[in-house]
């Protein structure tokens, strides 16, 4: 409620800004990270299912490994969503949005996915988010006018994943 | 004494985002000194405004050290020390744009 005021009066009057200052710039972008920790997501939804199918008797060394996979799971989820919003804040301008309208929605699409990750252990949904950020590094080397190919990661999971042909 | 003001910049992500509102005093540096991690506001000639956390508070000069949560921050890394004069204020009500 508040934010909502606090918006209507800054488009009224205008707000002072505080930069929280970040780019040198440096201009150095790029969606690999995010394609790698979508990766890792997919890995560690295949370990714990593989533990967790192993394991009878849950012992404290299942707890242990289990616990860390998900430790991994929730911050590559989380690393996904920031290494876009980068991206999306910093790089691609008004330009790029007209050229590709599915932005947008994309972007929004990865940022939910990426906390459907989070919050649980489906293997869809991780191979969803892998999807929607292959086409958002598609997109990306699009915008430098750089061709990509996809090819199986050379690791495991194996899955998927958007290359820059240099 | 107060100040309200719009965060621009990814440097305090995912803590602070661009869009969010904070509303900045002094009034708390009066009852409590200035110690890491508190969130402050301050001048700088070369970048106006800006917003970040106090990593460190140089006992003898006061100086202040401060830091974004983001590696490309720009802060004390590259500009130093800012002076206690410098500062605005402590961020004492963050208003949060809705996160996706």
């Known amino acids: 409620m508040f934010y909502e005021l606090l918006s209507r009066i800054d488009r009224l009057v205008g707000i002072r800004g505080a930069s929280a200052h970040c780019d040198i710039p440096c201009g150095i972008y790029d969606p690999h990270q995010a394609q790698v920790a979508a990766l890792t997501v997919i890995r560690m939804l295949d370990l714990m299912a593989d533990l967790t199918n192993a394991q009878k008797t849950p012992t404290l060394e299942y707890h242990n490994s289990i616990s860390r996979q998900i430790a991994v799971k929730e911050e590559h989820a989380e690393l996904v969503k920031r290494e876009v919003r980068v991206i999306w804040g910093d790089y691609l301008k008004q330009e790029h949005l007209d050229k590709y309208p599915e932005l947008p929605g994309l972007v929004h699409k990865i940022m939910q996915l990426g906390s459907k990750c989070r919050q649980g252990v489906s293997r869809e949904s991780a191979m969803d988010l892998l999807a929607a950020v292959n086409r958002f590094a598609e997109i990306f080397w699009e915008t430098k006018g750089i061709a990509t190919k996809r090819v199986k990661a050379p690791y495991k999971p194996g899955e998927e994943i958007v290359y820059p042909v240099l | ?100």
């Open chain 2, 1 to 100: 004494m107060l100040y309200l003001l719009k965060v621009a910049g990814s440097s305090l992500e995912p803590d602070f985002e661009e869009g969010d509102f904070v509303l900045v005093s002094k009034i708390p540096f009066f009852f409590r000194p200035m110690r890491p991690g508190d969130v402050i506001v301050f001048n700088h000639v070369l970048y106006h405004t800006m917003i970040k956390y106090v990593e460190h508070v140089e006992p003898e000069s006061g100086e202040i050290f401060v830091a974004g949560t983001h590696p490309g921050s720009v802060d004390s890394r590259s500009f130093g020390p800012i002076r206690p004069s410098a500062v605005l204020g402590k961020v004492i009500w963050h208003i949060c744009k809705k996160r996706v």
